[in-house]
C-alpha cells in the first residue's frame, strides 16, 4: 500500500492562495489516478481534481479555472495549486491514491479561507 503525507494547509484571506502537496511514499505511474477531495464540517467529501493517465485533469465545477492539480513523479509529489480562494473552500483537504499499489488516503490538511 502507498502511504501518503499531505502538508501546505494553513489560514488564508479570501483571493489568497495556498500549494498543496502530497508525497507518496511510492513511485506514481502515469497509469496511476491521484485525486484531491475536501470535507467541510457537515458536508460530504467531494472530488476537486483529479490528475489520470499521466497528464488528463478533471476539476470539480465549484474549482474549475481557480485550481491546478499537477505531479512531479520524480518526486513521488502531487500538487494542488488553489489561487483566488472563498471563504467556500474550506474544508480538510485529503490526498487519494488509485493504481498499482491499491487505494490509500492521506491524513488530510485543514484549509481556512477567512479574514
Known amino acids: 500500500q502507498v502511504q501518503l503525507v499531505e502538508s501546505g494547509g494553513g489560514l488564508v484571506q479570501p483571493g489568497g492562495s495556498l500549494r498543496l502537496s502530497c508525497v507518496a511514499s511510492?513511485?506514481?505511474?502515469?497509469?496511476?489516478?491521484m485525486d484531491w477531495y475536501r470535507q467541510a464540517p457537515g458536508k460530504q467529501r467531494e472530488l476537486v481534481a483529479r490528475f489520470i493517465n499521466g497528464g488528463n485533469t478533471n476539476y470539480g465545477d465549484s474549482v474549475k479555472g481557480r485550481f491546478t492539480i499537477s505531479v512531479d513523479q520524480a518526486s513521488n509529489t502531487v500538487y494542488l495549486q488553489m489561487n483566488s480562494l472563498k471563504p467556500e473552500d474550506t474544508a480538510v483537504y485529503y490526498c487519494?491514491?488509485?493504481?498499482?499499489?491499491?487505494?490509500?488516503w492521506g491524513q488530510g490538511t485543514q484549509v481556512t479561507v477567512s479574514s
Open positions: 511510492k513511485s506514481i505511474f502515469s497509469v496511476d489516478t
Open positions: 487519494n491514491y488509485n493504481g498499482m499499489y491499491g487505494s490509500s
